[in-house]
């Protein structure tokens, strides 16, 4: 199916654990982008990617590692998971000014 | 600092009536403004946008009014309707990869 989507939908893990979250886009955007939802702060960017082989922070990378070997995937690692990464995290991929959003994982970090 | 700003964190209207949504922004180097609508346990989808070069963008009940002089941005739903009733997030766009939201407004439309 043609679109953004993101895997899993929904995760559990323990603190001190490596988890990683993967999107995938079918459209060929070169930007791909990386949000964290938390009540009071909105969309925060973690990190963002203009192409393939090109990564770059955002708002709020500490903690989190990206890359992107191919077009169509930016997966995303926490290296060592934190309670305070329990968030609803938001894939996105743009070829102009308009974003496309996936519809989110929602991670758990026990 | 906040780039863009979202004073509002929630609104309620009653269906039928106007919604008015409102966004400030510090910094004037912005192309693009845009509206996302986002239910809960879905990502946010694209609603309305506006080209710094205009003050008005109309598509159906949705209407986005950029006033450059006072850096604010306002979304009118005209009649809202119960389907209305989301998170709505602006979004500033000053160039390609550059996308910043303001925090989001949870308007409820009630029947």
């Known amino acids: 199916d043609a679109g953004i989507t993101q895997s899993p939908r929904y995760k559990i893990t323990e603190t001190g654990r490596q988890v990683t979250l993967m999107c995938h886009q079918t459209w060929s955007h070169s930007y791909m982008f990386w949000y964290r939802q938390d009540l009071g702060h909105g969309l925060r960017l973690i990190y963002y990617s203009a192409a393939a082989d090109i990564t770059d922070k955002g708002e709020v990378p500490d903690g989190y590692v990206v890359s992107r070997s191919k077009t169509e995937n930016f997966p995303l690692t926490l290296e060592s998971a934190t309670r305070s990464q329990t968030s609803v995290y938001f894939c996105?991929?743009?070829?102009?000014?308009?974003?496309?959003f996936g519809q989110g994982t929602r991670l758990t970090v026990v | 600092d906040q780039q863009v700003k979202q004073n509002s964190p929630s609104l309620s209207v009653q269906e039928g009536r106007i919604s008015i949504l409102n966004c400030d922004y510090t910094n004037s180097m912005f192309d693009y403004f845009l509206w996302y609508k986002k239910y809960p346990a879905e990502g946010p989808t694209f609603l309305i946008s506006?080209?710094?070069?205009?003050d008005k963008n109309e598509d159906g009940r949705f209407t986005v009014f950029l006033n450059k002089s006072a850096k604010h941005l306002s979304l009118h739903i005209v009649p809202s309707q119960p389907g209305d009733s989301a998170v709505y997030f602006c979004?500033?766009?000053?160039?390609?990869?550059?996308?910043?939201f303001g925090k989001g407004t949870k308007l409820s439309v009630k029947p």
């Open positions: 979004s500033l766009v000053r160039s390609q990869g550059n996308l910043i």
């Open positions: 506006i080209s710094s070069i205009k």
């Open positions: 996105a991929s743009s070829a102009g000014y308009e974003a496309f």
